[in-house]
């Protein structure tokens, strides 16, 4: 029974061993063939921006993948940031942007700190943009 046991228990541990193996190839072979996004920066700074005033901002970014890249939505922290993308596919080694304007409106003064949610086929999906800005009185 001891015989029979051992060799069942050494029989998992290889199946196991195998299963590890393949999955690690796996992993290897699917983040080879992939989309991957760099910005060029991801944080900005506005500075003093009187109340009122609408300002834009551009990040760039750059497929540094083997895949195309597509920008599949870029959502923003608040209503008071409107985002525009580049909605092309983007070829490994080719630039995109995606362009921000921030209306303070509505805002109050003082400091301001924003977050822009950019998902795509990349691993991970999603990467955060932000932005700051220091609204004052004219």
């Not at 596919?89 to 924003?114: A, E, L, M």
Request: with cysteine; hydrophobic share 30%; glycine share 6%.
């Amino acid at each position: 029974m001891k015989k029979i046991i051992c060799a069942v228990f050494a029989f998992l541990t290889i199946c196991a061993g195998c299963n590890n193996s393949n999955s690690n190839k796996e992993e290897a072979k699917s983040t080879d063939t992939v989309a991957a996004i760099t910005f060029d920066s991801k944080n900005y700074q506005f500075g003093e921006i009187v109340k009122g005033e609408i300002v834009e901002h551009t990040y760039t970014f750059t497929n540094t993948g083997t895949i195309d890249l597509q920008i599949q939505e870029v959502d923003p922290s608040c209503g008071c940031t409107t985002p525009e993308w580049t909605q092309e596919p983007i070829k490994p080694g080719q630039k995109g942007k995606i362009r921000v304007k921030f209306d303070t409106q509505h805002q109050s003064y003082g400091n301001k700190q924003k977050q822009v949610s950019v998902y795509s086929n990349t691993i991970p999906s999603r990467n955060i943009l932000q932005f700051s800005a220091v609204v004052v009185e004219k």
